[in-house]
């Protein structure tokens, strides 16, 4: 009798469950991955006092406004605690939070200039890594796959959106 070879999570690897299952396990590899690499980065810059889900919050803020829920609702900041990392930003200087002009129960964050300083190092980190991916044959298939991922996450928001 042969055996099934399995994945990760235990189920069999041939499966359209084991598959789907598989593949978001790889998304949060992928970006815990991410993470690595910029912490890394700030590890080479000598830069200790901020972590790289923090440095990740700030590269997104970029030259935006928004207010902590905003950040929260755009999703980049998986199993982490937005607004706790927002307060250790503004404690480190990286970023300035000033309440709403529109909203006074709300706060609006942006960047200070040590924050702007530190964009332009994770910025410059993503355009090298970028630039490597897309010089070799994973260029053609990371966009095939960023448009299957783009399909996935229209699909979900669908099925979390209420029908009007």
């Known amino acids: 009798m042969g055996s099934m070879k399995a994945n990760a999570v235990g189920k069999p690897a041939g499966s359209r469950k084991g598959a789907y299952l598989e593949a978001m396990a790889l998304a949060e590899r992928l970006h815990r991955q991410f993470l690595e690499l910029i912490e890394a980065e700030l590890h080479q810059h000598g830069i200790e006092d901020i972590n790289s889900v923090q440095a990740l919050m ?18 980049y ?23 709403s002009t529109t909203d006074r129960r709300a706060f609006r964050v942006r960047l200070s200039r040590k924050g702007k300083q530190l964009w332009q190092i994770v910025d410059a980190m993503v355009t090298r890594q970028s630039e490597a991916l897309m010089t070799t044959e994973v260029s053609l298939e990371l966009e095939s796959a960023y448009a299957t991922l783009q399909r996935l996450e229209d699909s979900w928001t669908r099925r979390l959106t209420p029908s009007a």
């Open 58 to 75: 700030l590269f997104n803020i970029a030259e935006d406004q928004p207010s902590v829920g905003e950040l929260v609702k755009r999703g």
């Open 77 to 99: 900041y998986l199993g982490t605690n937005a607004t706790y990392n927002v307060h250790k930003m503004v404690e480190a200087g990286y970023v300035i939070q000033e309440r």
